[in-house]
């Protein structure tokens, strides 16, 4: 499903979703795409609907970061809101559709980033999670417990990606921290979305996509920005712990001598 001919593929998709691009994204469900708003929605929250957007740009799965925002809420249904998205890079983006547990990714051939907001039997964990998905919804690589993210909020989104190895943020908290995909090798691809709903449903929404590509030698990413101290820091440190230690001793004492 790659982009008609003639069309130049850069080295980032950018969709903040103001405007239609029908000739890079390849769309297949129960999407709609909200111009009033700038905004693609994956599913309404309705029973049984699963929807994708990929870029048909094929690009090496090599290195790249991708972030977006998301909001899946606004659910109903006999199991309540259900059942979540994923951010997918697969070697194919025109597979058969799915729905409910499968999250509209099931035998796409490659990997996903898994925001699962329903505890289904095959889930590692009954809370809301992110999990490193292989080919389906069923196979978790890793998986980490994140809170309610059917919060009626917008959520933001953080993926860095190195040779089979993966972090991921949302909302500014690390929460997949270096996991390494055992036997890992490199492929052309899509980056994409996919969502589902079954008995239970929500909105599936995502907003300000952004993925990047990153040239050799940007692969690695840099750790959170911690603040560096001096000498004269470290020993403002020492002596304000000192300071804190020595009032607490003080009380101590006190406490012992009445």
Known sequence: MDKPAGIPCPNAWNEPFTNRFPSLCYALGDF???????????????????????????????????????????????????????????????????YGVW???????????????????????????????????????????????????????????????????????????GYQITGYDSYSGYFGFTAATWFGWNWHIIDNVRVQILPQGKEIPAPPAVPALSPFGVLALVLALGAVVLILMRRRLRTESR
């Open 103 to 177: 999250l509209d990714f099931k035998d796409a051939d490659g990997y996903a980033v898994e925001f699962d907001t329903f505890p289904n039997s095959t889930d590692p964990t009954t809370e809301d999670h992110i999990a490193i998905l292989e080919n389906d919804s069923e196979h978790h690589l890793c998986f980490a417990e994140i809170p309610d993210i059917e919060d009626g909020k917008w959520h933001h989104v953080f993926i860095h990606f190195s040779h089979g190895v993966i972090w991921v943020w949302l909302d500014a908290v690390h929460y997949i921290l």
């Open 32 to 98: 709609d795409w909200d111009d009033v708003n700038g905004r693609f929605v994956l599913t309404p929250s309705a029973f049984k609907q699963s929807g994708r957007l990929f870029w048909r740009c094929r690009k090496p799965m090599d290195a790249w970061t991708a972030q977006f925002d998301f909001y899946a809420s606004g659910g109903g249904g006999s199991d309540g809101g259900a059942d979540g998205l994923t951010f997918a890079f697969c070697r194919k983006c025109d597979y058969p559709r799915s």
